[in-house]
Nanobody, 124 residues
Framework: QVPLVESGGGLVQAGDSLRLSCLAP????????MDWFRQAPGKEREFVAS????????YYTDSVKGRFTISRDNNKNTVYLQMDSLEPEDTAVYFC?????????????????WGKGTLVTVSS
């Protein structure tokens, strides 16, 4: 099992920013699309953002477009999620996931590997 290790979560106020990181040290990193999902209390896990292997293509769920930015550094085997203008509705555990293949991916069931998650709490 390839570990994906998330970091950067925390407690912030509405309107603040956070940057999440996910390190994948054992992965053939550029061969994988990298995704962020989130799961709020009492809700199902939902797709947030995806970036393709080269980092040239991205895709976002509608609720975060214009506020979140996904990026990757293939030299560091790391994917990032820059979250700006945070809202209380963004409160969730955020998971990093990897899918081997071309393009971007949005379905949790397609992911090959998962991290354990990092908690983001946004207070109003």
């Amino acid at each position: 099992q390839v570990p994906l290790v998330e970091s950067g979560g925390g407690l912030v106020q509405a309107g603040d920013s956070l940057r999440l990181s996910c390190l994948a040290p054992g992965l053939d990193f550029s061969a994988y699309a990298m995704d962020w999902f989130r799961q709020a209390p009492g809700k199902e896990r939902e797709f947030v953002a995806s970036v393709n292997g080269p980092g040239s293509g991205t895709y976002y769920t509608d609720s975060v477009k214009g506020r979140f930015t996904i990026s990757r550094d293939n030299n560091k085997n790391t994917v990032y999620l820059q979250m700006d203008s945070l809202e209380p509705e963004d409160t969730a555990v955020y998971f990093c996931a990897a899918k081997r293949g071309l393009g971007v991916w949005t379905r949790a069931g397609d992911m090959n590997y998962w991290g354990k998650g990092t908690l983001v709490t946004v207070s109003s």
